[in-house]
């Protein structure tokens, strides 16, 4: 039985949690589809440390006032296609500077997934509204 994990606050999914513990979701695994997300670059899957590292630098970006940069914003100054750095949790992620995040604001239970545009300017937009729906969208499954 896998543990609960907490990051930024947030528990995670419980299926996200039991495949990253146990290597099915994290840098080593490749081949998924990403063709469905409006991000160019080939993004890595996130390990726990690496969830926890990225999680926090999005937040360190905020402090230092770069949240405009990224598109992030706190509950107080939320606007549409801001992400509430509060409510976020990094799951994937490209070298550059788009991801993939958990967004908890409208549910501690079940978390949506939003991913970067970038256009003029960043913008996160919701990609699913579960973790289980993401693994449709990547044909990721969860080895049984």
Not at 17 to 29: C, D, Q, R, S
Not at 124 to 138: A, G, K, P, R, Y
Request: aromatic share 6%; with cysteine; charged share 20%.
């Amino acid at each position: 039985m896998i543990g609960s994990v907490l990051i930024n606050g947030h528990r995670l999914p419980s299926l996200l949690a039991k495949m990253a513990l146990t290597g099915e979701w994290g840098p080593a695994i490749k081949g998924f589809d990403q063709s469905s997300l409006p991000i160019a670059e080939e993004l890595a899957l996130l390990d726990i440390q690496g969830m926890e590292d990225n999680t926090s630098e999005l937040y360190q970006a905020f402090h230092r006032g770069e949240g405009p940069l990224f598109g992030l914003r706190d509950a107080s100054t939320l606007e549409d296609g801001a992400l509430n750095i509060r409510a976020a949790v990094m799951i994937a992620a490209t070298y550059g500077q788009e991801a993939l995040v958990l967004d908890y604001s409208a549910s501690e239970e079940v978390p949506r997934v939003m991913a970067t545009n970038y256009s003029d300017q960043v913008r996160w937009e919701v990609i699913c509204h579960d973790f289980e729906s993401l693994l449709n969208i990547l044909k990721l499954t969860e080895a049984t």
